[in-house]
């Protein structure tokens, strides 16, 4: 969803009657989804009235704030052992640097941090999780290239439990959501790290492009169906961004939108807000 979406809402059916095939094709090119979509324009169509611009910004705005969560609480350390966070995600969503964010914004608020550089099939990906972490200052876990990422993420816990660390933070290899054995094996981590931990990962986190679109969402749908998700990490949220494709998984997946990146600074990560989210509409 473009950044001054309801202005452009305004702007194109502000004065005329609302065409609502236009309509339509505005919502769904805002990535909301076809249920919202169609919700919003049931809800419009049974009015009795004339339907103004304004009459379309607020009944869009009501039914995107109905769907976000209001709170999205700060993540916590678990007692006498490490919290485990799980990244995964397709190629390209910036997973690695994410990672990297989530790190420095939970050194941010004192906590300590592991990297577990679990991307073992791109030597580049290591290499760049060792620059962040020296950069950061934080401890991190790596292995040979073509590492099995189960035992590594397994050590990783090990050595994360051994130093008292409160947050153990994996990055997984991007892969694409149609390739069952590369998802099977996203499975075999989260098997592995039960050994340590019944519970754990404690977070799965699904990277995603805000640019993508509505493919955001099939990947969503693979990534939860094959691991389980505890919420999204929105990327590319800038002036140039789109967002409404968190508006689509909370709807239809009920994933939360977790955290946002606007940037490739450390600090460009921050916890997804809706009140923020919603005015960056305007």
């Given at each position: 969803?473009?950044?001054?979406?309801?202005?452009?809402?305004?702007?194109?059916?502000?004065?005329?009657?609302?065409?609502w095939d236009e309509l339509e094709e505005s919502l769904i090119r805002a990535d909301i989804g076809v249920p919202m979509t169609l919700r919003?324009?049931?809800?419009?169509?049974?009015?009795?009235?004339?339907?103004?611009?304004?009459?379309?910004?607020?009944?869009?705005?009501?039914h995107i704030e109905q769907i976000l969560p209001i709170a999205n609480p700060k993540l916590r350390p678990l007692p006498n052992r490490p919290?485990?966070?799980?990244?995964?995600?397709?190629?390209?969503?910036?997973?690695?640097?994410?990672?990297?964010?989530?790190?420095?914004?939970?050194?941010?608020?004192?906590?300590?941090?592991?990297?577990?550089?679990?991307?073992?099939?791109?030597?580049?990906?290591?290499?760049?999780?060792?620059?962040?972490?020296?950069?950061?200052?934080?401890?991190?876990?790596?292995?040979?290239?073509?590492?099995?990422?189960?035992?590594?993420?397994?050590?990783?816990?090990?050595?994360?439990?051994?130093?008292?660390?409160?947050?153990?933070?994996?990055?997984?290899?991007?892969?694409?959501?149609?390739?069952?054995?590369?998802?099977?094996?996203?499975?075999?981590?989260?098997?592995?790290?039960?050994?340590?931990?019944?519970?754990?990962?404690?977070?799965?986190?699904?990277?995603?492009?805000?640019?993508?679109?509505?493919?955001?969402?099939?990947?969503?749908?693979?990534?939860?169906?094959?691991?389980?998700?505890?919420?999204?990490?929105?990327?590319?949220?800038?002036?140039?961004?789109?967002?409404?494709?968190?508006?689509?998984?909370?709807?239809?997946?009920?994933?939360?939108?977790?955290?946002?990146?606007?940037?490739?600074?450390?600090?460009?990560?921050?916890?997804?807000?809706?009140?923020?989210?919603?005015?960056?509409?305007?």
């Open positions: 969803m473009a950044l001054g979406f309801f202005k452009d809402l305004l702007d194109r059916f502000g004065g005329k009657a609302i065409d919003i324009i049931g809800e419009l169509q049974q009015r009795q009235v004339k339907i103004s611009a304004k009459d379309v910004v607020e009944v869009t705005r009501r919290k485990v966070i799980l990244m995964v995600g397709v190629n390209g969503t910036g997973k690695t640097t994410a990672t990297a964010k989530l790190a420095h914004l939970l050194k941010q608020d004192r906590h300590t941090v592991m990297l577990a550089a679990a991307d073992t099939f791109r030597a580049a990906a290591i290499e760049q999780l060792k620059v962040w972490a020296d950069r950061l200052q934080v401890d991190v876990i790596t292995g040979e290239y073509n590492a099995d990422p189960a035992a590594l993420c397994y050590d990783a816990y090990s050595a994360a439990n051994k130093r008292n660390i409160e947050f153990l933070i994996c990055d997984t290899a991007g892969r694409l959501h149609t390739k069952h054995n590369l998802m099977q094996e996203l499975g075999k981590v989260v098997r592995t790290l039960r050994k340590h931990d019944e519970q754990a990962p404690h977070e799965c986190l699904l990277v995603v492009d805000a640019t993508t679109g509505s493919n955001a969402l099939v990947q969503a749908r693979e990534f939860k169906q094959a691991v389980g998700l505890t919420g999204l990490v929105v990327t590319k949220l800038d002036g140039s961004g789109k967002g409404g494709i968190a508006v689509a998984i909370m709807d239809e997946l009920a994933i939360p939108p977790r955290f946002v990146g606007t940037g490739e600074k450390p600090g460009d990560l921050r916890y997804f807000d809706r009140d923020e989210f919603v005015a960056n509409l305007l």
